[in-house]
């Protein structure tokens, strides 16, 4: 191989598939959403409303928009999981006392006793994904930070 083809070469690289940090996440993404299918099915909830279940279980009545500001999404994307949660009976929303233009979302004692069968998941996704726990906190830190960067670059 010459030195000008060596050079088209390292020109191109930057363009492969296997070469990008965004694919890197995207398929990642796409594999732990599977491993995730597949444990939600127990608590029959999607990965959306799982995490929506997990801000509820952490504190429990806060407003639409304080879930939206944790999850990074809108009201017009939550609005549907929050009404699906509802329909299954895990949480109940209604108007804010304080301010009417708020609705505010609570845990049912289903989607409190839902929790427990959550629990084992975090173990299952850390065997799942092959890894200890330092390096699997020291990947979400990594990844924090990448999302912080990539939201104050906007």
């Known amino acids: 191989m010459n030195s000008n083809q060596d050079d088209k070469k390292v020109k191109a690289a930057p363009l492969l598939l296997d070469q990008q940090l965004c694919f890197a996440l995207y398929s990642a993404n796409l594999a732990m959403n599977k491993v995730y299918r597949q444990l939600l099915t127990q608590l029959d909830v999607t990965y959306p409303q799982y995490l929506v279940m ?73 065997c799942a994904a092959a890894c200890d726990e330092s390096a699997l906190n020291a990947l979400k830190t990594q990844l924090d930070d990448l999302r912080n960067n990539l939201n104050r670059s906007r």
């Not at 279980?57 to 939206?68: A, L, N, P």
């Not at 299954?88 to 708020?102: C, K, V, Y």
């Not at 959550?118 to 850390?126: G, L, T, V």
């Open 54 to 126: 997990l801000v509820l279980w952490q504190k429990d009545d806060v407003t639409v928009s304080e879930i939206g500001e944790q999850l990074f999404l809108d009201s017009a994307t939550l609005t549907p999981l929050l009404k699906r949660l509802e329909s299954a009976g895990l949480i109940n929303r209604q108007r804010s006392r304080q301010d009417e233009r708020q609705v505010v979302v609570t845990l049912t004692e289903t989607g409190r006793a839902l929790r427990s069968k959550a629990e084992s998941i975090p173990d299952a996704i850390q």
